[in-house]
């Protein structure tokens, strides 16, 4: 069965600590491997997508890595505006359907 | 920036009743998805749908749940007879393909009372 499973469940870091968030999946012919953030009542915004082992992709603070079994976001000098859920998903070849993990809930202490 | 826009944002209804869910998808992109989102669990999927039929499905999506592309604009999501394990958090989002990015919707809050 395809399987997502984030790590911690929540983070505390002080504004300018950096940290990484972890995602381990197993699943049938990774197709795509997906990093959203969600803040709360709303939509996940997308973030990433990789599609490789040893890809990896940045964008402002965030740099997202992919290897066979797990995906890492990591967060350099963190704001308090980067406090949000952050989800993770794959997509298995041969599904419409991605598949989420239960997000880590990162908050960043000014 | 385009982005998947849905209608209403919060939607309360009482037990038995029927609710359409609305969305309008990215202008160019072909796949269009229903997710929801029970509070405090993962983002689930219910449905695909491809050049104007269901692609896939999952379990939760049973007969009491359809879609429809009504125009070359929206696309609903129609529940007919709510049920109090139906309120949800309602996600649609829409990729350029069957296997690209989806872009998320911010959701329609379902209530059932």
């Known amino acids: 069965e395809d399987q997502v499973t984030q790590s911690p469940e929540a983070l505390r870091l002080q504004e300018g600590e950096s940290s990484s968030l972890n995602c381990s999946y197993t699943?049938?012919?990774?197709?795509?491997l997906f990093w959203y953030r969600q803040d709360p009542g709303k939509g996940p915004e997308f973030l990433f997508t990789?599609?490789?082992a040893g890809e990896e992709k940045e964008k402002e603070r965030l740099k997202a890595t992919l290897t066979k079994k797990e995906s890492f976001l990591h967060i350099t000098a963190p704001k308090p505006e980067d406090s949000a859920t952050y989800l993770c998903?794959?997509?298995?070849?041969?599904?419409?359907?991605?598949?989420f993990g239960k997000g880590t809930r990162l908050h960043i202490l000014p | 920036e385009p982005e998947v826009t849905q209608t209403p944002s919060h939607q309360v209804t009482q037990m038995g009743q029927e609710v359409i869910l609305r969305c309008v998808p990215i202008?160019?992109?072909?796949?269009f998805y229903w997710y929801r989102q029970i509070l405090g669990q993962k983002v689930e999927f219910l449905v695909s749908?491809?050049?104007?039929?269901?692609?896939?499905k999952s379990e939760i999506f049973d007969d009491q749940f359809s879609v429809e592309r009504p125009d070359g604009s929206n696309f609903t999501l129609k529940i007919r007879s709510t049920k109090l394990e139906d309120s949800a958090m309602y996600f649609c989002?829409?990729?350029?393909?069957?296997?690209?990015?989806?872009?998320f919707g911010p959701g329609t809050r379902l209530t059932v009372l």
């Open positions: 989002a829409s990729s350029v393909g069957g296997h690209s990015t989806q872009y």
């Open positions: 699943v049938s012919g990774l197709r795509g």
């Open positions: 990789l599609y490789s």
């Open positions: 998903a794959v997509q298995a070849g041969g599904d419409d359907k991605i598949i």
């Open positions: 202008s160019n992109h072909l796949y």
């Open positions: 749908f491809y050049n104007n039929e269901i692609s896939e």
